[in-house]
């Protein structure tokens, strides 16, 4: 039973919630069944069928429609007197700024992405609201607490790269080629090799048809007399060419994306002759070893097959499933060493990247790709949510010595699944945080100011609206309100070289570079460097004083695979912790420095710290992060 004091913070307090979607489906529940009485919940997703073996809230009735609001009316079902406020849109928005997060007590993320995570650390700590994030991947989960000047801002400690891929983007607005396998092999390949009776979001539909999808045709059914090559040439305009042009038509969707392009059967193979003839008479003794590629004469699994290529092997690969394995259709999955299965994701993935202008891989490297998915694990996602809702009602009774950041772990260590360990001071190197300066690197007499603004600016320091100053001259800005004439002068800045500005940005000079919506400014000291290492350092510039976790080592085993851009392993195994210390004490950067490290899953000190970024939705690939000094927990 809670006390009466916290009851009285329970009840008095408005929080924002970011995210409605594993996490945030039971961290709704429980807020609203812990008695909170005022909650505004923010999500620009829409309910996908993939969502509802976890996200509770929702129905098959609901699929196309929005989480945030769904969520919602759902629980205020059985609690009718809360006053619950949804938005259907990004957090991003410029109308979620500084003042709109200053209404509020707590902020509590379930967010899906690294970058939406740091705009909202951002406008936390200058809005000086307390932050509570948190994130699941499988059996494993975290919640850290955030509050300015006494624990450290979500960036103070290097995160690694996202490997976390939501549905919706997955099916909506791929970026990166990752996004384009997953939806090839666990939507496209599933849905015409696998359970026919398992549904997932291929299936395009209209608006009308959106609440009664048992009632739409299902398009990938092949029909009765269909010929085998009708029938490949017809999935492949729907998903290639009729998706696309149904995903175009939503112009909201691409207002800061890049449009795909439709992509049909007759554009690419307009005078295709098949050559040879498999049928059903034809057997092998392995279906595994059964080839596309080698059908049409391409032998060298690291070469990038062209997108005629690529369309062929996906019609021959098709072909050969329905002809030479016909009996396993509708209980295939997918294995990474079934060659042709291989095969078909690659080419279908290429199709897709294509498309959406991404660079296309080797099948060796797509292979690699393939693999290491984990599945989100409701359970946890309720665990999770329980201990942000204990964290949330601490930081309401501004109850700082109690503030503890918990891990959740899949096998016990020490006799405990969950982990808690006291938060840390702010990094006093942080340049969220702290305001420290930063260094770049970089040949000013060659360095374009665009690539600046993309390489450094936004990759590096995931500012959204940049403001680019040297001295009292402004170089560079975005926002809705310029006038034209300043649009085209910055647009023809971009353009220049450093060295070439307005007011030359050269070695020795500083140059700020701020975020309104952010309320985030640094100063950049640029520092001239005449050759980059073009391996090591393809960007051509290099931050210094702004750190991101390296990828994971590859294993000899084979559970990691290594690739261009993209670095994946199968597990997470570790949560760094160190001797106690005296009891209430937190310690300081400085006195954590000496501290051993030790692994409570695997009694090794091997110094590797997993950092859950995302909430599990649906597909998630995990990467091991270098925890370095600054970042060992504290056992209590």
């Not at 909430?615 to 060992?632: A, R, S």
Request: aromatic content about 6%; some cysteine; proline content about 4%.
């Amino acid at each position: 039973m809670a006390s009466e004091q916290e009851l009285s913070a329970i009840k008095g307090a408005k929080v924002l919630m970011v995210g409605a979607g594993g996490i945030g489906c039971e961290l709704l529940k429980t807020l609203t069944l812990s008695g909170f009485q005022d909650i505004h919940i923010i999500d620009m997703d829409t309910i996908e069928v993939s969502n509802l073996n976890r996200q509770f809230l929702f129905r098959r009735s609901h699929v196309g429609q929005s989480k945030a609001k769904v969520a919602c009316d759902a629980v205020l079902r059985f609690r009718p007197h809360v006053s619950i406020t949804p938005y259907h849109a990004n957090v991003k928005d410029p109308n979620f700024n500084v003042d709109f997060f200053k209404q509020f007590n707590v902020v509590l993320n379930g967010l899906d992405n690294l970058d939406a995570r740091r705009h909202v650390n951002r406008l936390c700590l200058a809005a000086d609201v307390p932050l509570i994030e948190s994130g699941t991947t499988g059996f494993l989960g975290q919640v850290t607490v955030h509050v300015k000047d006494k624990t450290e801002c979500y960036e103070c400690q290097p995160k690694p790269a996202p490997k976390t891929y939501p549905v919706c983007t997955i099916t909506s607005t791929p970026s990166k080629f990752v996004h384009c396998i997953v939806w090839a092999k666990d939507l496209l390949f599933a849905k015409l090799f696998g359970d026919k009776n398992q549904e997932n979001d291929l299936n395009v539909r209209s608006g009308d048809a959106a609440s009664s999808s048992e009632h739409v045709e299902d398009v990938f059914e092949r029909r009765d007399n269909e010929d085998i090559e009708q029938y490949g040439k017809r999935i492949y305009d729907h998903v290639f060419g009729y998706n696309i042009e149904v995903a175009l038509s939503n112009e909201e969707t691409w207002k800061n994306c890049h449009r795909p392009k439709p992509i049909y059967f007759r554009d690419v193979l307009p005078d295709v002759q098949e050559n040879g003839n498999l049928d059903k008479s034809c057997t092998i003794s392995d279906s595994s070893l059964v080839s596309a590629m080698s059908s049409i004469g391409l032998k060298n699994p690291q070469d990038i097959w062209t997108l005629s290529d690529n369309s062929k092997i996906f019609l021959k690969a098709l072909k050969m499933f329905f002809v030479q394995r016909e009996k396993e259709i509708g209980c295939l999955t997918f294995d990474k060493d079934d060659q042709l299965a291989v095969e078909f994701v690659t080419a279908a993935a290429n199709i897709r990247a294509a498309s959406f202008g991404i660079l296309m891989h080797s099948l060796f490297d797509a292979k690699g790709i393939a693999g290491n998915i984990v599945h989100a694990v409701a359970t946890t996602n309720a665990i999770i949510a329980g201990l942000i809702v204990i964290e949330a009602i601490k930081v309401l009774q501004n109850d700082a010595e109690n503030y503890r950041m918990t891990y959740c772990l899949e096998h016990p260590s020490r006799k405990m699944l969950l982990m808690p360990v006291e938060p840390f001071e702010p990094n006093q190197s942080c340049y969220v945080c702290s305001e420290t300066p930063l260094t770049v690197e970089v040949n000013t007499l060659r360095t374009k100011l665009c690539d600046f603004v993309e390489k450094i600016v936004r990759a590096k320091l995931g500012m959204s609206c940049p403001l680019i100053m040297h001295g009292p001259a402004l170089l560079y800005e975005v926002g809705d309100d310029l006038e034209e004439d300043m649009v085209a002068n910055y647009e023809a800045n971009l353009d220049k070289v450093l060295s070439e500005l307005p007011s030359p940005v050269t070695g020795g000079t500083t140059i700020t570079v701020e975020d309104l919506q952010q309320e985030l400014s640094c100063n950049i000291n640029i520092k001239q460097r005449e050759h980059f290492d073009e391996e090591k350092e393809p960007d051509g510039m290099v931050l210094i004083g702004w750190t991101q976790a390296p990828p994971a080592e590859k294993e000899s085993n084979g559970e990691s695979t290594s690739t261009t851009g993209q670095t994946l392993a199968t597990e997470a195994k570790v949560v760094d912790v160190v001797e106690a210390a005296p009891a209430g004490k937190k310690r300081k950067l400085s006195e954590r420095t000496h501290a051993s490290v030790s692994n409570p899953s695997s009694g090794t000190s091997d110094g590797k710290q997993v950092i859950l970024d995302d909430d599990g939705d649906d597909v998630i690939m995990l990467q091991d992060g270098d925890c370095d000094v600054g970042k060992k927990k504290k056992l209590l």
